[in-house]
T-cell receptor, first 111, second 112 residues
């Protein structure tokens, strides 16, 4: 079946530095790519999404890029802060409109 | 309500008993998902409902698990003859056909 690979599984960065999480998907018909953040003990929350008619989208310190040819999409967080510590999931919507989830990246912000 | 509602929020049950978990999605959302999440792990897909289409049940781990969605709205996940390995948080999410999902707060199931 369709799947998405997410890397790295754990990412530790110094506060103030940037963090990048990368995902690769397999369904060439995909056209919707949301990212979720899950803080400890809480439900996943949508933080940003991108559709395939654009290559990049930015919202303050968060940006997402999409390369449809290579089937890659990435999450970029700049000027990381302690509250960015969480698990981040990349997701894509397959040709059946079903959301397919990555395994998650645990982001640790070191003070 | 404005969000996805799940009940109960916590459930402790004895091994071998059946449990029912309920999800009330956002009104008008045609897609509904059930996931399972163990402590420190990712989301394990269980089942997906989309409108009147046949549900995708490919994630259900065994025939002890079943789910229904009545009238395209409320969904119930049933686990029969619960086992200790069924202990987890069960999350429900709903969405419009082509949009992101909104999650409920989950049901924490503990099988003792």
């Amino acid at each position: 079946g369709e799947n998405v690979e997410q890397h790295p599984s754990t990412l530790s960065v110094q506060e103030g530095d940037s963090a990048v999480i990368k995902c690769t998907y397999s369904d060439s018909a995909s056209n919707y790519f949301p990212w979720y953040k899950q803080e400890l003990g809480k439900r996943p929350q949508l933080i940003i999404d991108i559709r395939s008619n654009v290559g990049e989208k930015k919202d303050q310190r968060i940006a997402v890029t999409l390369n449809k040819t290579a089937k890659h999409f990435s999450l970029h967080i700049t000027e990381t802060q302690p509250e960015d510590s969480a698990v981040y999931f990349c997701v894509y919507m397959d040709s059946n409109y079903q959301l397919i989830w990555g395994a998650g990246t645990k982001l640790i912000i070191k003070p | 309500g404005a969000g996805v509602s799940q009940s109960p929020s916590n459930k402790v049950t004895e091994k071998g008993k059946d449990v029912e978990l309920r999800c009330d999605p956002i009104s008008g959302h045609t897609a509904l998902y059930w996931y399972r999440q163990s402590l420190g792990q990712g989301l394990e897909f269980l089942i997906y409902f989309q409108g009147n289409s046949a549900p995708d049940k490919s994630g259900l781990p065994s025939d002890r698990f079943s789910a229904e969605r009545t009238g395209g709205s409320v969904s119930t996940l049933t686990i029969q003859r619960t086992q200790q390995e069924d202990s987890a948080v069960y999350l429900c999410a709903s969405s419009l056909a082509t949009g992101a999902s909104t999650f409920g707060s989950g049901t924490r199931l503990t099988v003792v």
